[in-house]
């Protein structure tokens, strides 16, 4: 489903965010990409999800060319930020209208939608809350919530959860769990702790200065 062949991603002459990446993820994958800040894990899914336009090498995704993929039609993809992007002054119901929207859904299906997003997610009770005044937890499980208005191919999460209270991030990782849970999609989860995304993932790869590894020791030795 996504292959990357000697992909490259420099933001000056000096540093590559990353260094020659091959990879392949199938339909149905469950991948941790583990390493430290600055490691290239965001700089990987952003060029996945399209966020990356100077990247060079090879990077397809159902064997569309990246720069030609529309992410409109050839694929549902969702990218979850560590820093989830809203309307901010809007309610909750509010901004999962404007994606709907986007999608050319019909106005009469808004509510229904959207009821049983937040329903599914635990969080019907924050539809007419202002996003500027939900917690960082409440914004994550709404982020997710958003993503799961549509059947998804690929999704893609961005250390979503290390820093949260125990009892929160268990919240942001039950949500994931619910969210991945039709086995099609292909799943890779940015982290710095795999041990809290262990039932989430079944294979790992683990970034240093760019690069992949397919072990902790090869990533030890290299750095």
């Avoid at 002459?13 to 290239?40: H, M, P, Q």
């Avoid at 002054?89 to 808004?110: D, G, M, P």
């Amino acid at each position: 489903m996504i292959s990357l062949k000697n992909v490259f991603l420099a933001y000056n002459k000096d540093y590559y965010a990353l260094y020659d990446i091959n990879l392949e993820i199938n339909a149905g994958a469950r991948l941790a990409l583990v390493g430290t800040e600055g490691s290239g894990k965001t700089s990987l899914l952003r060029a996945i999800a399209g966020l990356e336009p100077n990247l060079t090498g090879e990077l397809y995704i159902k064997n569309i060319p990246i720069k030609k993929l529309d992410f409109a039609y050839d694929i549902a993809l969702a990218y979850l930020s560590s820093k989830p992007v809203f309307l901010e002054h809007k309610t909750v119901s509010a901004n999962l209208e404007y994606i709907l929207a986007l999608r050319n859904k019909q106005k009469a299906v808004f509510d229904n939608e959207i009821k049983e997003a937040l329903t599914k997610f635990g969080i019907f009770h924050l539809v007419d809350k202002r996003v500027d005044v939900l917690s960082d937890t409440e914004r994550k499980l709404v982020q997710i919530a958003r993503a799961g208005l549509r059947k998804l191919d690929v999704l893609l999460v961005d250390n979503g959860f290390e820093h949260s209270s125990k009892a929160d991030a268990e919240l942001i990782i039950s949500a994931l769990k619910l969210l991945a849970k039709p086995k099609e999609i292909a799943v890779v989860i940015g982290t710095e702790k795999p041990e809290m995304v262990s039932e989430l993932v079944k294979e790992t790869k683990y970034m240093r200065s760019g690069s992949m590894y397919n072990t902790k020791e090869q990533a030890d030795e290299q750095h």
